[in-house]
């Protein structure tokens, strides 16, 4: 049986891991949205502003799956965006914690 200390330690990581993908999911949705306010005045290249598009659809076609219609679609899409990462980064920590690293010496 593992250390329950060591159990702690592990599931406080990984939940600060799906914290923090939840917090880059949004910043994703942000950084669209500035990225289309800076190019519609001229702030921003055409380069960058389709970038940040396409990578914004890509994050739509998840969301799709659940937003049935377009009323209250933003933020159930940022919601859905952000439990997406942050699933995303708590299964990579889980396998970094218990696959990967090795408390005892």
């Known amino acids: 049986m593992e250390n329950p200390q060591f159990l702690k330690k592990r599931l406080i990581a990984i939940a600060k891991a799906a914290l923090l993908g939840a917090v880059v999911g949004i910043g994703l949705i942000l950084l669209d949205l500035a990225t289309s306010w800076m ?3 001229g702030y921003l290249s055409k380069f960058w502003y389709d970038f940040f598009a396409d990578l914004a659809m890509v994050q739509a076609i998840a969301a799709a799956f659940f937003i049935g219609t377009p009323e209250g679609g933003v933020a159930l899409g940022c919601l859905i965006n952000a439990i997406q990462w942050g699933l995303v980064f708590a299964v990579v920590a889980g396998f970094w914690q218990f696959a990967i690293k090795n ?3």
């Open 103 to 105: 408390y005892e010496k």
């Open 39 to 41: 190019w519609k005045h």
